[in-house]
């Protein structure tokens, strides 16, 4: 195995923290319907989500800046239904540190799938996606956040690696 394969990609510098404002979060629920398609019901009435479409360079710009800027906390996944890869939940910061009232709900979750890629990197996009993702999910501040809010902190890779 690579010896590289655990090593998390660098960490983004995130900024002093504050909340966001009505636009942003409406921002935030635009992907989620632009970029997430409801399923058929299953056997039990539940409605799923899949992961649809491909962000635009300035939407995933404006959702790396409102992560930074207002320091809301991310964690890792993995793929959805068995697909490879890994997801990347973003969620709300939903009072300012220090004063906890909620857990943060999920505003977004953003696939591998979503990220736009070009034709000559294909075969190496997993790895790139990990580093990018991880980029937020293992920094020493999100991780303060996951603490914070009760959050799971991410895992060894090959937990989401199936």
């Known amino acids: 195995m690579d010896e590289d394969y655990e090593k998390p990609g660098h960490?983004?510098?995130?900024?002093?923290?504050?909340q966001m404002t009505a636009?942003?979060?409406?921002?935030?629920?635009?992907?989620?319907?632009?970029?997430?398609?409801?399923?058929?019901?299953?056997?039990?009435?539940?409605?799923?989500?899949?992961?649809?479409?491909?962000?635009?360079?300035?939407?995933?710009?404006?959702?790396?800046?409102?992560?930074?800027?207002?320091?809301?906390?991310?964690?890792?996944?993995?793929?959805?239904?068995?697909?490879?890869g890994y997801s990347l939940a973003v969620y709300d910061s939903p009072e300012p540190q220090g004063v906890m009232v909620a857990k943060p709900e999920v505003k977004f979750v953003l696939m591998n799938t979503h990220l736009h890629w070009d034709e000559?990197?294909?075969?190496?996009?997993?790895?790139?996606?990990w580093i990018f993702f991880t980029g937020f999910t293992h920094s020493p501040e999100?991780?303060?956040?996951?603490?914070?809010?009760?959050?799971?902190?991410?895992e060894p890779r090959g937990r989401y690696d199936y």
């Open 120 to 129: 000559k990197e294909r075969g190496t996009t997993h790895q790139k996606t």
């Open 11 to 18: 960490p983004f510098k995130y900024g002093a923290g504050r």
């Open 142 to 154: 999100n991780l303060v956040l996951l603490d914070y809010y009760g959050i799971k902190r991410p």
């Open 23 to 84: 636009e942003e979060d409406a921002f935030l629920a635009g992907l989620m319907r632009t970029y997430w398609r409801d399923m058929a019901p299953d056997g039990f009435g539940r409605i799923s989500k899949c992961p649809t479409g491909v962000l635009t360079h300035a939407e995933l710009a404006n959702l790396q800046h409102l992560i930074l800027e207002c320091r809301l906390p991310t964690s890792i996944g993995s793929g959805m239904f068995g697909l490879p």
